[in-house]
């Protein structure tokens, strides 16, 4: 994307927009297929987070802000089976770092590599995957050539479509409650509302995500919701949500 195009997305005049955004979507969805409990526990407590214990294990904990921003991505790019070549060239760090990253990584969620090859294994001898939604990713010809990137895009799939369907399922409740929207891409969805309905709007834009995975999968790890408000949506700022009264 041309750095600053969203600056050029507005709202409708006396209007703002709000962007509500799932946190780690993706990883939440690893968190929950893989059954991994370290990766849970970081879920479940809201004190913690993924990239700055991530960044403190690999780098110390006087890690600097450009380590924390490579360890934020990598986190990422581990789960997706990107190589350490992929990582080095993405990064500018030496492939030896992104192996003792990938390394590290996997020693501490060990179950998500246990559920990478448990998909791997699905992906080669049954030619098919179906996500929680019951979407299907079919693999029709499968070689010797293609077998890696066939898996690949298995272990993509799954976190992938549930994260995409959430957001779905969530934009048709948001909708339905009369709230227009105006953009979606990938996990988070934006609006376009008068400024004095900011805080009703993200509240129940983020009641209305929240509750979609354990609402439509019988998920009980949160799946977190953060809102942003602006002029543009290309300056976009954090906003604290006061709940509406029940």
Request: charged share 25%; hydrophobic share 40%; aromatic share 10%.
């Amino acid at each position: 994307m041309v750095p600053g195009i969203r600056t050029l997305f507005l709202p409708t005049p006396g209007n703002v927009l709000v962007s509500a955004d799932f946190s780690q979507a993706e990883l939440r969805a690893i968190a929950v297929l893989s059954d991994c409990s370290p990766l849970k526990s970081i879920y479940t407590d809201s004190s913690r987070s993924l990239h700055k214990e991530t960044a403190a294990r690999f780098y110390g904990e006087n890690y600097t802000k450009e380590e924390y921003v490579k360890s934020k991505n990598i986190n990422f790019g581990v789960c997706y089976l990107q190589s350490a070549e992929a990582f080095s060239q993405m990064y500018t760090m030496p492939v030896q770092e992104a192996r003792d990253y990938i390394g590290t990584w996997f020693n501490t969620f060990p179950e998500i590599a246990e559920w990478i090859a448990e998909v791997s294994d699905r992906v080669e001898k049954e030619n098919e995957l179906r996500s929680p939604f019951g979407a299907k990713r079919r693999f029709h010809l499968i070689t010797p050539e293609n077998l890696k990137e066939c898996i690949r895009e298995g272990v993509n799939f799954l976190p992938q479509n549930t994260a995409g369907l959430l957001t779905m399922a969530a934009i048709i409740e948001i909708e339905d409650a009369g709230i227009p929207v105006i953009n979606s891409v990938h996990d988070s969805i934006v609006v376009d509302v008068p400024e004095d309905e900011v805080n009703d709007v993200a509240a129940t834009m983020k009641t209305i995500m929240e509750r979609q995975a354990y609402d439509k999968l019988g998920w009980e790890l949160p799946f977190k919701v953060d809102i942003s408000v602006g002029e543009n949506w290309g300056e976009l700022e954090e906003m604290e949500v006061i709940p509406l009264a029940a």
